[in-house]
């Protein structure tokens, strides 16, 4: 079996002394791996310019917000309690929910939608309750 790294090893005590749980665990081993992989060095010689750089790949390869934010947490968590950076973490950008319009029926939509209901009585609810808002 491979040797565990003494920042691996630290990182991991770090995540047990604060309860962490194994998924949690294993989750933020894996993103401290990937951004060490992808610039082929130890993490702890890496800068906020290169966790920048790492944020934009991600984002780039289309990785989805929730799967960012674990990883930034994860970077956090590695930067200011494992190696001790008071403003490194600070500084770790969180990506934002995107927000989705909601889908608006068009004035044609709404008629055909109203002309389609065939009781009288619950059309005119429903042109009530539309022209209401």
Not at 28 to 51: H, T
Request: glycine share 4%; charged share 25%.
């Amino acid at each position: 079996m491979a040797e565990i790294s003494p920042l691996r090893r630290r990182m991991i005590e770090d995540m047990t002394v604060r309860n962490l749980s194994p998924a949690t665990q294993q989750s933020y081993l894996n993103a401290v791996a990937k951004l060490s992989r992808y610039f082929g060095r130890s993490p702890d010689r890496l800068d906020l310019e290169d966790i920048r750089a790492f944020q934009v790949h991600l984002v780039a390869t289309g990785m989805s917000w929730p799967a960012l934010n674990q990883i930034v947490c994860a970077l956090r968590f590695f930067y200011g309690v494992t190696l001790g950076h008071d403003t490194v973490p600070e500084r770790i950008a969180y990506a934002r929910k995107p927000r989705k319009l909601p889908v608006v029926l068009s004035a044609d939509e709404v008629v055909r939608f109203l002309e389609a209901v065939p009781s009288l009585k619950s059309r005119t609810a429903l042109t009530t309750v539309y022209a209401a808002g």
